[in-house]
């Protein structure tokens, strides 16, 4: 399986380094190049999709990324955990809604409501792909 790092149509952005990703994802990069503050959504436990995010971005598992957020939290680095929807689909349709956000769906359901950035210069399918599972 391959995610897709999906934002807003709008959104000016088209491309990414998997460094800056990993930095927008833990929360150490807040706001987009036009100052909009960055809205982070996240697929709930126990999907693969989130698994292979988490390992990808965290270098921990699931369980773990909890802990993290927890401590962002309790040092008032955030205010709360990043918003988690349930399904693909409503990724999906959050994120063609809302024109700071940003997030991960499986690649074989991109659509046309949403655009996929390029992670390191390279889209899901092409080989070395950053978000590409085992």
Do not use: C
Request: hydrophobic fraction near 40%; aromatic fraction near 10%.
């Amino acid at each position: 399986m391959e995610l897709a790092l999906i934002v807003h149509r709008d959104n000016k952005i088209d491309q990414i380094s998997s460094r800056n990703l990993s930095r927008i994802f833990k929360q150490e990069k807040k706001y987009w190049p036009d100052n909009q503050k960055i809205y982070l959504i996240m697929q709930e436990d126990g999907t693969s999709e989130k698994a292979i995010f988490v390992d990808k971005i965290y270098k921990m598992r699931p369980n773990e990324l909890k802990r993290f957020w927890l401590a962002k939290i309790i040092s008032g680095e955030i205010l709360s955990f990043p918003k988690t929807l349930s399904s693909n689909n409503s990724v999906k349709r959050f994120v063609s809604q809302i024109p700071s956000a940003v997030a991960y769906i499986d690649a074989t359901l991109v659509d046309d409501t949403v655009k996929v950035v390029k992670i390191d210069g390279k889209q899901p399918g092409e080989a070395g792909y950053f978000l590409a599972g085992q």
